[in-house]
């Protein structure tokens, strides 16, 4: 019998190939089937799941820079494809050129997700390049590489150009005052960005000043994230003086900035007639600074938010933020977790719930809060039908108080408490509250 002829590849049924790549994975059809040749890629183009793939997520997979040229490779090519993750896959400086000069005449990417690699400066220049011309991507996270000023430089220049990026991570790099201040002039004349995270990175109040002025022109930008930098009560001011002007911005994560109780003093004057929801956390207000800030609220008919979690605020600020809890009727969540606050900062808070008709959310965990406490918000509870959330696990609580808000409970099913943090399972936190 004659030897048969093995079938070429062009040969094959059309169904056959399909039943080929149904045992492929995603990066394997992108990277390694696609673009082998014509006949090939007319064949997948019709495939459904490569007609349907939007998506592809390479968490932690180690591809290193040269994976990402494969990718790259089968991004120029690629019609499908509107979000890309990359996170944590080792890519440097020779990696994001590849993507970058792949994602030049991109136009269906919309997010992509280069966090937790080696990017530094020549890197940001890279991307930078694509960002002055890309008129699809709207959101670029870069957050825990290595950028820094030069970098920024170069990231700040290509957001005078670009006019679609509206979010933008770069959270822990290396970025001190100089790249701040190469931001806020990027800000000043950008009109799509609005969401800015900094966090973790080495702003001072010198970067923050810089920032605070964009603000002032800025007309765009809604959060504003620099939790973790340097910026002390000098920088506070600057927002502070900002917000008097800007009525744009809706959130500005401060926590953990160093700012004592005269900071909290200017942000509180910045607060009379603006909206701005700030995160204080890990702050050192104290009870002089809760003091301010509660006569805001006294003022303020628009602030709904208001985290002071971790900043020494102790029985005497509560008593003052109590006392404007009385007359405030817009702020839903108050968070003073972490504040040495026992029984009597308790009664204080206790009797403002029970006049109070627009808090729905009341952060005391880690306190020292015990029975009595948990006696007087048992009663104040039998009288207040808004809270919804109590969270007052990690306190000093026994039998006794845990009864007395079980009690407050039989008539009010729409509230929860959680004692024990065992049975609190908090929702990922938001780092913007």
Not at 51 to 65: H, N, P, Q, S, V
Not at 167 to 194: E, V
Not at 198 to 205: F, S, T
Not at 264 to 274: E, F, H, P
Request: with cysteine; proline share 1%; glycine share 6%.
């Amino acid at each position: 019998m004659a030897d048969r002829i093995p079938l070429s590849l062009i040969e094959l049924p059309v169904e056959l190939v399909f039943r080929i790549l149904d045992n492929i994975n995603d990066i394997t059809i992108l990277c390694s089937v696609r673009n082998v040749c014509i006949w090939l890629n007319t064949i997948i183009e019709t495939y459904h799941r490569y007609k349907i793939l939007t998506t592809l997520d390479l968490y932690k997979t180690a591809i290193e820079d040269a994976g990402a040229t494969y990718i790259a490779n089968a991004l120029r090519y690629n019609t499908t494809l509107t979000v890309l993750n990359i996170v944590s896959n080792e890519i440097g400086d020779k990696g994001v050129k590849c993507l970058a000069n792949a994602l030049r005449n991109d136009t269906t990417l919309i997010i992509l997700n280069l966090s937790e690699n080696e990017i530094q400066d020549e890197g940001a220049m890279h991307l930078a390049h694509v960002l002055e011309n890309n008129s699809t991507l709207i959101t670029l996270d870069l957050h825990s590489n290595k950028i820094g000023d030069e970098g920024i430089h170069h990231i700040a220049y290509s957001l005078t150009k670009n006019s679609t990026l509206t979010t933008l991570n770069l959270y822990s790099n290396q970025i001190r005052d100089k790249g701040a201040s190469y931001l806020a002039g990027a800000l000043k004349t950008n009109t799509a960005l609005a969401t800015l995270k900094l966090n973790w990175n080495e702003i001072g109040h010198e970067g923050a000043h810089h920032l605070a002025d964009a603000l002032v022109k800025n007309k765009t930008l809604t959060r504003l994230s620099l939790h973790s930098n340097h910026v002390r009560d000098e920088g506070a001011n600057y927002f502070a003086q900002a917000l008097k002007i800007n009525k744009t911005l809706t959130t500005l994560n401060l926590a953990s900035n160093e700012i004592d109780d005269d900071g909290a003093i200017y942000l509180a004057d910045g607060l009379k007639n603006n909206e701005v929801k700030y995160n204080l956390r890990g702050n050192n207000i104290g009870s002089h600074g809760a003091q301010h800030l509660a006569k805001a609220l006294i003022n303020n008919k628009i602030l709904s938010i208001m985290n002071l979690e971790v900043n020494q605020i102790r029985n005497e600020g509560v008593k003052y933020l109590s006392d404007a809890l009385y007359e405030n009727t817009t702020l839903t969540t108050l968070n003073l977790s972490s504040n040495e606050i026992d029984d009597d900062g308790a009664l204080c808070l206790a009797n403002a719930l029970v006049n109070n008709r627009t808090l729905t959310k009341l952060d005391l965990i880690q306190n020292q809060i015990g029975d009595e406490g948990a006696h007087y918000f048992g009663d104040a509870l039998t009288k207040n039908t808004t809270l919804t959330t109590l969270n007052i696990h990690s306190n000093r609580i026994g039998n006794q108080g845990a009864n007395n808000l079980a009690d407050a409970l039989k008539n009010y099913t729409a509230l929860s408490i959680f004692l024990y943090d065992e049975f609190f399972h908090e929702a990922p936190r938001d780092d913007w509250y």
